[in-house]
């Protein structure tokens, strides 16, 4: 047994108790997931175990690394253990922008080993390798990494002294979901390598279940249960229910037809030339009919929130068709846009940052209606009318964001896209910067809206629960182009494209996502596709030379020389 | 407000009140003559002398004060008023407008403003200095202000506006101008400083106030010969203390206005 903490209780002044008489041990090599929604007492029993609480934290109890009691100690006498037997990897990698990683890490080696310089940067470039980052590129800065690099670099420092236990809090948060197995994948190489036991706390249950032996679950402040992992599958899940149902018979309230938008990129300050353009979205078509929800999925920087703009924009764009209501956006008078906007609404990601903080509910949820002539003497009881329809109370109309939960502010950008009554709702990650409680209020209040006034939805999320419980057809996008389209369940039940299995069933993808600016020959995935590594010379030859086409059927189509299932499979 | 800022409001209350309020216990006009005093030291009858042509300096310095503080807190008005209009235009529609805007102002970056101010200040008399000393101080301002624009246009509550159909005007006074109101605020009070100034060096030289009209200008032109005697120093002293005054209260509301950029 390497870690044991009894009864640890975390008190703040005020008496706000965050962990409450919480007890567990784990072993040599083992790996114990600790589960629970933000807010359950997670973050504060991995700082309570570090010793890193501020001062006014009141901890009672005992944690025993390796039989020695940690509690009550100095923080001078802690921090000869800390980092050395027992490392943490924090949620966002905490690392010094103005340093290259190799001395980083470097430095997390001889804060604790005596050895010389040059032995720690050796020792650097190691641990770099065991995490799969090349050793040239230990004299990167941080910022050239990406967010999965980095995260891997603080778990080559965590490990950089062969601790016998690695707290992780929350290591996979805001990365992407193939990225989050890579790092996944690393966290376990670093313990089959070191024996470090792991404590892995995380709110996302998906993590956990192929990576734990153990799980803890907590729930205000204390353990609800504890177990094998199997335990999970009891756990109720967001998933909705898995029927397939067959797509309706309605009028396309959206149509987008190689939809291109390129960035251009210049160098040079004196004469500035273009040097080539950033492929943002690169030919993307899909339709959205009448009270149809449409998820767009992909990694972040694949091109998803950029073709949502292209649509808000209701202007011609660079290449291709975007048809709202039946009206080719290229073709409209300045009027006809405007009378358009009623149609089109959005709801942003955050929504401290989508509200005026200047401004009162009332006023942000009127605005929209003042911009089109609505009468002002109604005003008044329209908003009243949209607050209850997103399930707040009349007296929130006279207060300031400020004065507002998150899940509140959401629900009154909510109001503010509906005050027009929109056709088509264009959700930007509508739940990615909520709580896990409030997210489950806000996609029923999103599901409830879509049944009652008949919305179609187009969203772009990156939580796969989220799109799983809300979609009726899901998009998959990569490189600026959507590689897979279908009805959610068949897609995740049987993924064609290999991109779609890696992302949808969190296998790690070897290497980045490609540049943007000079995407790779022939098909856009190949440098990372698992399926193209296995495939003999000619069908390989033929992912080098052809870009794929999606398949002719809009309502099932994928854009791969070699889909995993389907008619073509069989060719 | 901090103590630097509650000293500058106070201290410019005050020369303000001494300005204004001055003349009404002066037992001297400043457009009277004495002919019995020319050129003497302060005494009873001319509590800070007279000039050589026999008028009261005391009476000359207030009206001289009055001047300058309407030039110059009128052009800092003028100046950063043009500066928001054109900074938020020029930031917000962008393209061929953004373009024209800039290099508009660019071009006035680069005449040399004492000439064109000495060409053009005689024609209208002491009400064209202000709008004239304006149209040369708004450039940099407004560079700033169209800046602060490019990254207030694209903040999600300014789209979610125009994404319901908010036209650009209102969206402007609604969404951005609040953005940007500290720095005008501030800037406005650091130009009258500088307007200030300007318009008291111009009226020095003879390009600005023209007699028989008086600035804090020319009443220290006047003393010119007389630099060691006093009373002509105070009207030099006036005219610090006020570029101090309006100097402190625009540190003071940067100091208060700075850290709500974005706090609520």
């Known amino acids: 047994m390497v870690l044991k903490v009894t009864d640890l209780t975390v008190g703040y002044t005020g008496g706000v108790r965050a962990v409450r008489g919480v007890s567990f041990t784990v072993g040599v090599g083992e790996v114990l997931g600790v589960v629970g929604e933000s807010g359950a007492g997670k973050t504060a029993l991995a700082l309570a175990v570090m010793g890193l609480l501020p001062d006014g934290a009141d901890v009672t109890g005992s944690v025993r690394l390796r039989g020695d009691e940690l509690i009550g100690r100095s923080d001078a006498e802690l921090s000869r253990v800390r980092g050395k037997d027992l490392a943490m990897v924090f949620q966002e990698s905490a690392l010094t922008p103005v340093r290259t990683v190799g001395d980083q890490v470097a430095e997390a080696v001889r804060a604790h080993a005596k050895v010389t310089r040059a032995a720690a940067r050796a020792r650097a470039v190691e641990l770099l390798d065991l995490v799969g980052i090349a050793a040239g590129r230990a004299r990167s800065y941080p910022h050239e990494f990406s967010g999965g690099m980095r995260q891997r670099v603080m778990i080559a420092m965590a490990i950089a002294n062969s601790p016998g236990v690695i707290l992780a809090d929350e290591p996979t948060a805001g990365l992407d979901a193939t990225v989050q197995a890579q790092v996944l994948d690393v966290l376990r190489t670093a313990k089959d390598t070191t024996g470090a036991a792991i404590v892995l706390i995380t709110h996302d249950l998906g993590l956990v279940e192929g990576f734990a032996d153990r799980v803890m679950v907590m729930r205000a402040g204390r353990i609800a249960e504890t177990g094998p992992v199997e335990l999970l599958r009891s756990i109720p899940r967001m998933d909705g229910e898995n029927v397939s149902r067959p797509r309706p018979e309605r009028p396309a309230v959206l149509r987008v037809d190689g939809l291109v938008r390129h960035y251009p990129v210049f160098q040079g300050t004196l004469l500035r030339r273009r040097v080539g353009s950033v492929r943002a979205v690169d030919g993307v078509a899909f339709d959205v009919r009448e009270g149809e929800t449409l998820a767009l999925v992909g990694e972040s920087g694949c091109g998803k929130t950029t073709t949502l703009m292209e649509i808000l924009r209701l202007s011609q764009p660079q290449k291709g068709r975007v048809v709202v209501l039946g009206q080719d956006t290229a073709s409209l008078s300045a009027a006809r846009r405007k009378a358009l906007r009623r149609d089109v609404q959005v709801v942003f990601q955050d929504p401290v940052a989508s509200l005026n903080p200047r401004m009162r509910v009332a006023d942000i949820i009127a605005e929209p209606l003042t911009a089109h002539g609505f009468p002002s003497s109604l005003t008044g009881s329209r908003v009243t009318g949209l607050l209850e329809l997103v399930g707040l109370k009349a007296d929130h109309a006279r207060r300031y964001p400020h004065a507002l939960s998150g899940g509140q502010k959401q629900r009154v950008a909510i109001a503010r896209a509906l005050a027009l009554e929109p056709r088509l709702l264009l959700l930007d990650e509508p739940v990615s910067a909520l709580d896990a409680s409030m997210q489950a209020g806000i996609l029923t209040l999103l599901e409830s809206l879509r049944d009652r006034l008949g919305l179609a939805y187009l969203l772009v999320a990156h939580d796969l629960a989220v799109v799983r419980r809300i979609a009726d057809r899901i998009a998959v996008m990569h490189m600026g182009r959507i590689v897979e389209v279908g009805p959610t369940h068949d897609v995740y039940d049987t993924p064609a494209h290999p991109y779609t299995r890696a992302l949808l069933q969190r296998v790690p993808l070897r290497g980045d996502p490609p540049d943007p600016m000079s995407p790779p020959a022939g098909c856009r995935f190949r440098t990372r596709c698992p399926r193209y590594v296995t495939l003999a010379g000619q069908d390989a030859r033929l992912c080098d030379e052809q870009d794929p086409e999606p398949s002719k059927d809009p309502d099932r189509s994928v854009a791969c020389h070699h889909p995993l299932v389907g008619a073509e499979a069989n060719q | ?264």
């Open chain 2, 1 to 264: 407000m901090t103590r630097r800022g509650a000293v500058g409001l106070v201290l410019l209350v005050s020369v303000f009140a001494l300005a204004f309020a001055g003349p009404l216990v002066s037992p001297w006009r400043w457009d009277e003559i004495d002919f019995t005093a020319f050129g003497q030291g302060p005494s009873a009858r001319h509590w800070l002398g007279t000039t050589q042509s026999g008028r009261d300096v005391f009476a000359l310095t207030l009206r001289g004060a009055q001047k300058s503080l309407v030039i110059g807190l009128l052009a800092a008005l003028l100046s950063t008023g043009l500066a928001a209009v054109v900074g938020t235009i020029a930031g917000f529609v962008g393209g061929l407008l953004d373009q024209a805007l800039m290099w508009g102002a660019d071009l006035l970056l680069v005449l040399p403003p004492l000439l064109v101010v000495a060409v053009l200040a005689p024609g209208g008399g002491w009400p064209m200095l202000a709008p004239v000393l304006a149209a040369f101080m708004w450039m940099l301002t407004a560079r700033v202000v169209r800046a602060m624009t490019l990254s207030a246009r694209e903040r999600e509550y300014v789209l979610a506006a125009r994404f319901a159909g908010l036209g650009a005007p209102r969206a402007i006074v609604r969404h951005v101008l609040p953005q940007v109101a500290s720095l005008l605020i501030v800037d406005a009070s650091l130009t009258a400083g500088v307007a200030i100034t300007a318009e008291g060096g111009l009226s020095f030289l003879g390009l600005g106030v023209r007699p028989p009209d008086v600035s804090l200008g020319t009443v220290i032109a006047d003393g010119r010969g007389a630099v060691a005697t006093w009373p002509f120093m105070a009207a030099a002293g006036l005219l610090v203390l006020i570029v101090l005054a309006v100097n402190l209260l625009g540190d003071g509301l940067r100091d208060v206005l700075d850290p709500l950029q974005d706090g609520r």
